[in-house]
C-alpha cells in the first residue's frame, strides 16, 4: 500500500514538471529600434534535439511530413511576432498590405520583397537577419511539444485566427497567447515564408537541414486565417503551393538571425 502511494505521488509529481514545462518562460529578447519609436523583436531559441513531421496517427497528416529526427545544432533568433505593416514600412517606404493596420502582419509580400526587406534591415544594423530555415520554423513552432499544434492535439478559435475563426482578416500580431518559447501567431493569422525550397524529406536523422539547391516552390508555415482546414494550422503542415514570387492577402513572414 505504501509502494502504491509513493508510485501516485510520483506519478504526480512528472505530470506537474511536465505541465511547467509547457508554460511560457521568460527567454533572452533582443530589441532593435527601427526608427519613431518602431522596435523589432527577436527570441532567442536553444540548440535542441525534436521530430520533425508528423506520425501516421496524426488529424489531417500529409504524405510529405514524414516524422524524422532533426538536431538544431547552435541556437538562433527568431522573430517574436510576425513581421508588422509599420515594421515594413519604416525600412520600405510604403506598405503593400491589402487590410491595413500598424500592428497587423505585413502580407502581399513575395519571397523575393522578403529578401529585400532583409538586405535593407541588415544594411542598417549589425546584420544576421534571414528567413528561417524550415527545420528552425517548425523546431521553434513547436517549442518542446511533440502534439499536433503547440497548445495540443487540437486547436479553436481562443488559441490562433484560422477560417474557422470567422475574422476574415489578419490580426494584430500579439492577439493570441503564445507558445512555450513566448512565440505568438506561429499557428494561424498569415502564413510565414521560410528560406528553404520544397522538397520531400531526406531519410533519416538530420542537423540543420537547409533543404534542397534550387526548385519551383517556396516553403509556407503556419496557415493563415484565409486557408479552408484547421489542419493546415499544424505545427508539421508544410505549405508548397507557392512560387517565391507569389504574393497574396494571406502571405507574411518572420524572421530569424544567426546568433
Known amino acids: 500500500m505504501k509502494n502504491i502511494f509513493l508510485m501516485a505521488i510520483m506519478a504526480s509529481f512528472i505530470v506537474s514538471v511536465f505541465v ?36 501516421e496517427t496524426e488529424k489531417g497528416r500529409q504524405k510529405n511530413e514524414v516524422e524524422h529526427d532533426v538536431v538544431i545544432t547552435k541556437g538562433f533568433l527568431i522573430g517574436k511576432y510576425e513581421v508588422t505593416q509599420e515594421q515594413w514600412e519604416a525600412l520600405m517606404g510604403k506598405n503593400p498590405s491589402v487590410n491595413v493596420g500598424p500592428k497587423l502582419p505585413v502580407t502581399n509580400v513575395s519571397w523575393h520583397e522578403c529578401q529585400d526587406f532583409i538586405k535593407v534591415l541588415n544594411s542598417k544594423t549589425k546584420g544576421g537577419y534571414r528567413l528561417p530555415t524550415e527545420s ?37 500580431v500579439g492577439s493570441y497567447k503564445p507558445n512555450a518559447f513566448g512565440l505568438y501567431d506561429m499557428h494561424g493569422n498569415v502564413w510565414e515564408w521560410c528560406s528553404d525550397w520544397f522538397a520531400n524529406y531526406p531519410e533519416g536523422p538530420l542537423s540543420d537541414p537547409v533543404g534542397p539547391k534550387g526548385g519551383i516552390r517556396r516553403v509556407l508555415r503556419g496557415g493563415s486565417f484565409n486557408y479552408f482546414y484547421v489542419s493546415n494550422i499544424r505545427s508539421s503542415y ?22
Do not use: H
Open 238 to 259: 508544410r505549405g508548397y503551393f507557392n512560387a517565391p514570387s507569389n504574393r497574396t492577402i494571406g502571405i507574411g513572414f518572420r524572421l530569424a538571425k544567426t546568433n
Open 20 to 55: 511547467m514545462a509547457q508554460e511560457v518562460k521568460p527567454r533572452k529578447v533582443e530589441v532593435v529600434d527601427l526608427g519613431k519609436g518602431i522596435n523589432l523583436e527577436m527570441v532567442f531559441i536553444p540548440a535542441g534535439k525534436f521530430k520533425m513531421g508528423s506520425p
Open 136 to 172: 528552425e520554423w517548425e523546431y521553434a513552432c513547436r517549442a518542446g511539444t511533440n502534439t499536433a499544434t503547440s497548445f495540443g492535439e487540437s486547436i479553436t478559435s481562443k488559441d490562433a485566427n484560422y477560417e474557422d475563426s470567422k475574422i476574415g482578416q489578419p490580426v494584430p
